[in-house]
């Protein structure tokens, strides 16, 4: 091939790589779902203008409860059950690692005193860029091989806190 055809041009655009290196880990998209989910009515897939206006009212949540949250989701438990080490453990990266991260690209606003997290002007992008690609990816993506990297990569994945 002499050249490269236009069109793959877009695959270096800068956001859509923001954008997919802030979904990467499971647990940001997590909180990009939870989060979406306190914020957009059922009725209608608009975000709350009072959110960007400084009253989030319902939408805001603790770290405590995405904590706990995600750990139930993660340990297919109840969140009464979501407690002791995977508790802390799903705590402490989010204060560390994934929500400062989200809150770099506009998806969420952390308030890293207050341990709150309301949404933000770029959590809709994120959220429907997650909501589009799961179920294709998950249709798509062969199982064999899915199967594969899933065997390879659960104790890393594991130890490091995704």
Same mark, same amino acid.
């Not at 979904?23 to 998209?29: D, G, N, T, V």
């Not at 002791?84 to 690692?97: E, F, M, P, R, V």
């Not at 969420?108 to 690609?133: C, G, Q």
């Given at each position: 091939m002499d050249q490269i055809p236009s069109i793959v041009e877009q695959y270096t655009d800068r956001p859509l790589s923001i954008v997919h290196h802030s979904?990467?880990? !499971?647990?940001?998209?997590v909180v990009v779902g939870l989060v979406a989910h306190r914020a957009f009515s059922h009725e209608e897939l608009q975000l709350r203008s009072s959110h960007f206006e400084g009253s989030n009212g319902g939408a805001v949540v603790t770290v405590r409860q995405l904590a706990k949250e995600i750990t139930a989701v993660e340990q297919? %438990? !109840? %969140?009464?059950? #979501?407690?002791? @080490?995977?508790?802390?453990?799903?705590?402490?990266?989010?204060? /560390?690692? =994934?929500?400062?991260?989200?809150?770099?690209?506009?998806?969420? #606003?952390?308030? #890293? @005193?207050?341990?709150?997290?309301?949404?933000?002007?770029? +959590?809709? %992008?994120?959220?429907?860029?997650?909501?589009?690609? !799961?179920?294709?990816? /998950?249709? +798509?993506? =062969? =199982? #064999?091989?899915?199967?594969t990297y899933s065997r390879e990569t659960t104790s890393l994945r594991d130890s490091s806190g995704d």
């Open positions: 979904l990467r880990a !499971s647990r940001r998209r297919n %438990i !109840s %969140i009464e059950h #979501a407690t002791g @080490d995977k508790y802390h453990n799903t705590y402490t990266t989010l204060i /560390q690692t =994934h929500l400062p991260e989200l809150d770099d690209v506009g998806a969420i #606003a952390y308030d #890293a @005193d207050r341990k709150e997290v309301a949404p933000a002007e770029n +959590l809709a %992008i994120l959220s429907m860029v997650a909501a589009t690609t !799961s179920p294709i990816v /998950q249709a +798509l993506f =062969h =199982h #064999a091989v899915a199967g």
